[in-house]
């Protein structure tokens, strides 16, 4: 028996900075204005999943020790990649019932948002999504939680293999994470003084690529180059080895195969390295921005779980937070980088190679993805 | 002689991170994609003031040397904060003809705008506005070239605070900048943790913050606090000392003036240490969202030049880059804090005080100013 | 009644980091090796002079939870810089018996160390002490416990500030931490590029000061200079205001003296600003080596209560950790930087003026100290 | 003709943070104190192999511009790896004499200066080495150039690795540089927190490693785990796959080699997850201390020269500069971690496995190094 509102949190889908931050806000707020209990949820639908008295003990939130969560990466709840969701559904939709939750606010990316929303419509709860994943794809949010922070840990990672592809005089690929999206390789390659961005909504070709650094070593009297690699480009069709080789190893990269390729560009072999960031990406202390997102997100859902308008995400517009319809969101996510936007021309104006429309064919694409 | 089109770039005001990539952009813009010539001005106004031949071939800016420009702090075209531009108003226009300028790119804050939006009129220039401040203070603008990166800096001098802080059980009083508006202390407050903001927008009372502190011990069983000032905060009138003593000196702020108050909250003297940030605020290496703004900005004042928009100022707007006019921007500069704005609530949310509306009477401003 | 063996921990004086580093290394070699209970005392003396049944339960130390505490700046167990140990030595005494210590570790600099040093001899303790201080002026070891973060960020503050300092042609003035020894002011000023260090153990002159300013302009082409102050050289006698200043207010420090100084230093008045940095010297993230100097010398306090040998301090000597006699520590410290070292060579190597050997005469310092 | 006393000053073999500040140290110190000539040659032997006047112009150093140098990663002058030295050993030692060098400073690591003291022996050149390595395993000198900062990159890598995989509960290995020495690897994995280290000194068994998985979580609840990895560590003779796959690949490292074998360490499939952090161990800006041995080293090889002491290596040793024989150092490079020095019971006192004694098999390295 409970004789206060009573409120979940939990994280789900890949860790990211901030997410700590978001509970801290929530926690806060619901405590000191709403007096309401807030009930943290281990990892993802499996904390519903198993939902215990015991379980409802250890992680109930009080403002006792949230200080730190401001600056801490990752989340003190836990999360889960892939759930089972799908073969569990009656047991997770049951758990929001044993845990006597009023309102539920689960913070994922558009993968997450998505399963949440569907158990939260045949569960009848009252759910709340806060946007996060450092790829920015979630649609009609400028920001989702853990984004700025990724772009600053790029950015410095640039900064530093500058320095050692300068001192030898190599083209160094730097293979970023991206699936869908690339608005991480594109930002962070703008910032990080990239000469080559691929990502995945934009075709290239290795030509030119090849022609690019050719230019650029005429123009600028400088003999290495960063290329920037989003891990969800596809490969050109028809070239060698690495469609071969992914099959037999799945083990490397795009980045790997961009530099297989550039390797090849003149008569004259091309030094290269490739710098794979893996999951650095993922961690790290949240920026500032992140910071401040992350409790703005935190503090309007828990707005929005007294005013009771649910089905809903919070959302970074015009630099306000808003609320935007979750089932909107779902149907436009993810959000890829626009072609014809404003930053593509910008990375042109500095000179990088973004793509350059040329024709390639649409290939499946190779299964090495690892750095969920 | 010169045949081919001519642009001229110059800094002015405090400097802050960013501007070199501001720079940067201008000049890889202007050149790759225009061919024009771009021609750099030392020392604001002044460079205009001392034009000649020889100041012509030393700051010739082309691709090369540029790219360690985007992650360099300060300018390399150096920079002023007061010039005699009243004094010598008829000789610095003149310099824009000897200098044979087709168009002129001036990054300032509210107040270089302002003198080379007059200058601009009275000279006939064809000038373009980009907007620079770590205080955040232009208006029409969600963000101006520095501010993210001030506020990181900030950020993150308030979490190494904290454990001394901490460890001493003391009230840790941080003074930063921002003589009018209060943008940088309550973003990096909310971003760092802190108890307590006090900005030039909002009133507060000694015995708000004194009471905040004593409710603090007793919420959260702890003994330290973090106060953040911005030095634009008025003394409350009638207080003792600080007024007295900043006549005298001139050399103590109000950082100094709040640990004084602080330090009588209570019967028990409350233990208290003041920490001056002072221009460390300014400097640093520029943050990933400070490069693209900064990229952004610069690459679109070349378009503008290219299109003939002149009196305008770039401005960040929902995500996007758009012109707005300078007249516009110089009439509602500096841009405070609002009060009834979004941020504040989230401020409070967090258990922050943040002023409390308490009246207290207009008087002058302590002369204490010394961070410019 | 307790059946395992027990030492108690305990941090002392001004905190920086790494202390918490040495607190987890002490609890977990003691746990896992010896099977010992690990106590930690709260606020240094006080903890011993409160000694009660419920403090002893609140800070039992185990293996839980203390992963955290390597990376963490400040102590988990508090500390003060002035006790009141003359007026209540016997208390304090008896405290370690109350609490039944079989050991006692104790984190300070030498002024802390002294202290303990002679509560055990009265008491009868068995004591073991680990050096910590910014100012990395304990005698008898290289390294202490927080030196090597503070260089860094120091070092880190003038490559910010020199950005700064650069844009606007300015002297700028940084005041670091140092009373007695200037170490800190030294190396990272050599680290951190620096034109003129002035510390504590080398007489300077402002005229000296001047000459080098000039030079520096002539001899590279630069208009800027950093100057870094430690917070304790005196004033040369007979100089203007400042000792003036300084009794009156007791807020100025020697930055702002040498500032005033070089400000007339030519006919045409140099622009200079001041930034004291602070207490963010003592924050932070420890650095890696500071983690490895704590954890080396946690373990090996253990290890001396294991093998009986108190009375020592554990130090860092040509890359090892030894174990030196407490009272030879306290007869040579603090140990000042040796102005026939080889540090005083390499900074002028490089061109900066760390004193000329000229004259002053000893006067009582300001009281201006308030960085403790 | 020349009327000077002429140095020149190279780099050779991979890069590192630091070189700059050796560069900055040497050019200040010959010609603020000596007046010497300073030549910079580029990329090791290859600038000596194609020694030109016009090289000779356009490598002149001086003081103008070297103020950045202190605090810029990588070389300046260019480094190369792999010298085809002995193809070309008269054309070498002819440059030194076309150069008409009086003196030859050479930095390097273990290799390079072995090549380069078998080519001054030949060449009867004046010659002096300057140790750096972020492996530091050159012998007779407890520091080398770079393996500070390089320590602090991977400590901060792991930092911000744990927050991941705590919230996804899995063991992260994380792969770092070193193949003949676990300097690296011992060093940031006690710093940073490590769970497991494996170097190529210290044999160690998957069972070991699995029996210490299952204890940590037995004996601290948590779940996730840190294994560092070194580059350099042999796989148990008789494991499955990673040979082959290496051989097919040789994409692969000794990283995935350790995950596939940790995945199957229980009954239940243990997470894992693998990051090689690659090319950013030799980036970044060089660490305060890293700064202050790269000038300590300059200003010493300077003095050296000075003195007509060839044949030298400059070292730190006790805290302080000094000269060893070259001789003696290539004898007893690379220099190993010693498996029962100092650092090995420590990590072991914080309850680190770092390898068990029991035997294993040598067998040929895998062919998967690709660090360089």
């Not at 943290?40 to 109930?60: F, P, V």
């Not at 006792?64 to 969701?85: C, E, F, Q, V």
């Not at 990080?192 to 290795?206: F, K, M, N």
């Amino acid at each position: 028996m409970k004789n206060r509102k009573r409120i979940g949190i939990l994280t789900s889908g890949g860790d990211c900075p901030g997410l700590n931050a978001v509970i801290r806000a929530v926690v806060s707020h619901a405590t000191l204005t709403y007096d309401w209990e807030v009930l943290g949820i281990s990892y993802a639908t499996q904390g519903l999943l198993e939902a215990k008295a015991t379980t409802l003990k250890m992680h109930g939130l009080d403002l006792r020790g949230i200080d730190p969560l401001l600056s801490m990466g990752g989340t003190i709840l836990g999360t889960i990649n892939k759930g089972d969701t799908l073969a569990h559904t009656s047991e997770i939709i049951a758990g929001y019932q044993m845990l006597e939750l009023d309102a539920l606010i689960g913070i994922g990316g558009d993968g997450s948002l998505s399963i949440l929303h569907n158990l939260a419509h045949q569960g009848n709860w009252n759910f709340i999504g806060v946007p996060k994943t450092i790829d920015n794809d979630v649609a009609l949010t400028e920001r989702s939680v853990g984004f700025d922070t990724a772009v600053n840990t790029i950015t410095n990672a640039l900064n530093s293999l500058t320095f050692t592809a300068a001192s030898h005089d190599r083209v160094m690929i730097v293979e970023v994470m991206g699936r869908k999206a690339g608005h991480l390789a594109l930002q962070a390659g703008i910032a990080g003084g990239a000469d080559v961005i691929l990502i995945p909504e934009i075709p290239y070709s290795i030509e030119g690529v090849c022609q690019h650094l050719a230019q650029l070593r005429d123009r600028s009297w400088r003999k290495f180059a960063i290329v920037v690699v989003a891990e969800g480009i596809e490969a050109v069709k028809g070239s060698a080895d690495c469609d071969g080789l992914c099959q037999l190893t799945t083990k490397c990269g795009m980045g790997q195969y961009i530099a297989d390729q550039i390797s090849h560009c003149s008569a004259e072999k091309i030094e290269t390295r490739v710098s794979v960031l893996g999951h650095i990406q993922r961690g790290g202390i949240p920026s500032a921005l992140d910071r401040l997102v992350a409790t703005a997100f935190g503090k309007t859902a828990v707005d929005l779980a007294a005013q009771g308008k649910y089905d809903q995400m919070v959302a970074w517009q015009n630099g306000q937070v808003v609320a935007v319809p979750l089932q909107e969101v779902m149907l436009q996510s993810p959000s890829p980088v626009d072609a014809n936007g404003y930053l593509v021309p910008i990375a042109r104006s500095l000179g990088i190679y973004v793509g350059n429309g040329f024709q390639f064919s649409q290939q499946s694409k190779p299964s090495c993805l690892k750095n969920d």
